[in-house]
Each structure stands twice: as structure tokens, then as C-alpha cells.
């Protein structure tokens, strides 16, 4: 299952989709398995649609960094938000050095996420504003979003670095589960394109960027159609909205609750 939905979502998606029917997901599982009954379960509670990514090893990391953006277009002050968020990553600068990133290895892919950042509220050329459609357009962009990725990775590296006291008991080889230094781990799982992300990375990130994330899980473990939703709250407004994902199988993508 796992790698057929890999598969599936690497051939069909684009680096983020246009939101398209939660229904579409229902031809990636068998008719009668318990996957179908979790969608049934997401839609009777309101959620509708999907922005599928591709399926990479960075459908974390990239899900993560539209929906992040994405928050910028209904913020009622956007010049200031967009100032806040600006501030927050020159706050990373000292905390990326500690963590031994020179500013020639992280600043380019830095300055690319910026500039998505500032066109939420500076006029373009055309002297339009960043939207939904110009949004999806850079995350089609490879380029742009590999830059936008992978500056993320680092972010979510030097989180675990700061923290590593407290992570080093959950950080282990997904696939031996035998532990990992922070060092290795970090190395290994997160400083490297296409590798997938777990619970550590997402902690880490969401923790860093100070957001609130809710993943959704369709992933079968369980005979019961309700769905588990994984909860971690970090924005400082009580009223920040969540950053809202569908977790399946080795994959991520983005859950909304509106109509595509």
C-alpha cells in the first residue's frame, strides 16, 4: 500500500494541485477496506477537498510550506502578518549558526521563501498581490519549491539541535527503528531531499515556526472508520487557525475544509 500510493501520487500530482474532490482519493484504496471508511468519516465532518502534492519524500515539508503561506491570503492585517513572519525567520539567524549552517548554505533557499512571503503584501510588476492561483504557480515551480523545501529541512535540523536533550529518545531509523544520534538522525533524515518526515520532524518544525498543525489519519491501522487527528499547538494567538493535513500511508497531503 504504501509504495502504490507513493507511486501513484508521484505520477499524478504536480509539485501542489489545484484543491480537487476528497473523492479522488477513494480510487487509490480497495473499494471495501476500512481507508474508504475514514474518507466517508472526513467528508460527513465537513472536510471536502484535497491539494495533493507530489509524492517525493518531501510531501511533508512541502504541504506544510503552501498551507503556511497560504494562511497569509485571509489575514485581515496582511502587512503585518507578513512583517511577523519575516521577523521570525531572521530570529532563526543566530539559532542556524549555533547549529553549524554558514548563512552561504541556507541563504538563497531563505531569500526564495522571503520573497513569497513579501508578495503576499508588495505588488508585483503587474501590481498584483500574491493569490491563491500566483501561490500554486510557485509550488509548480520546481525550483522554487525545492528552495522552499529545503530551507524548511534546515529550519526543522536546527530545531532538533536546539532541543536535542528532549528529541534524542524518539529520533531512530524508520525502518529498523534502532535509535539515531541527533547528529545522525539529522544527517540522515532531514538534511537530505526525498527522505519522509515523521512525528520528530513535524514536532520540531510546527514547534519552530510556532503554528498549529492537524494531521489527519487515514492510514488503515485501525478497524473503526474514525479518523485520529494528531493535534500540536504552538501559534501564540489563541485564534490561529491550523495548518490542516491528510496523513496517508507515506504521504501528505493538504486537507481542506471548503468546496474546490
Known sequence: MLNSINDTTSQRALMASELTPLSVLREDFDRESVFQKQLDFLQKNGFSS?????GDGDCFYRSFAFSFLE???????????????????????????????????????????????????????????????????????????????????LITSMKIYEDQENMAPFLMNPETFDPMS????????????????????????????????????????????????VRIHNAQDENSRSIMLLYRPGHYDVLNRGKP
Do not use: W
Open 50 to 54: 484535497v491539494r495533493r502534492v507530489r
Open 71 to 153: 494562511q497569509l491570503i485571509d489575514e485581515p492585517d496582511r502587512e503585518f502578518a507578513v512583517m511577523r513572519r519575516l521577523s521570525l525567520l531572521d530570529g532563526f539567524e543566530p539559532s542556524l549558526k549555533s547549529a553549524g549552517f554558514d548563512k552561504d548554505t541556507y541563504q538563497d533557499f531563505k531569500e526564495e521563501f522571503e520573497e513569497c512571503i513579501k508578495a503576499f503584501a508588495q505588488p508585483d510588476h503587474t501590481g498584483r498581490v500574491m493569490n491563491l492561483q500566483s501561490l500554486v504557480q510557485v509550488f509548480q515551480d520546481e525550483m522554487k519549491s525545492h528552495a522552499i523545501v529545503f530551507y524548511l529541512r
Open 182 to 229: 541527533p547528529t545522525s538522525f539529522r544527517r540522515r533524515q532531514i538534511e537530505v531531499m526525498g527522505v519522509e518526515a515523521d512525528e520528530p520532524q513535524i514536532i520540531a518544525l510546527t514547534n519552530a515556526m510556532k503554528v498549529n498543525v492537524e494531521v489527519a489519519y487515514v492510514d488503515g491501522h485501525t478497524t473503526s472508520d474514525i479518523v485520529k487527528f
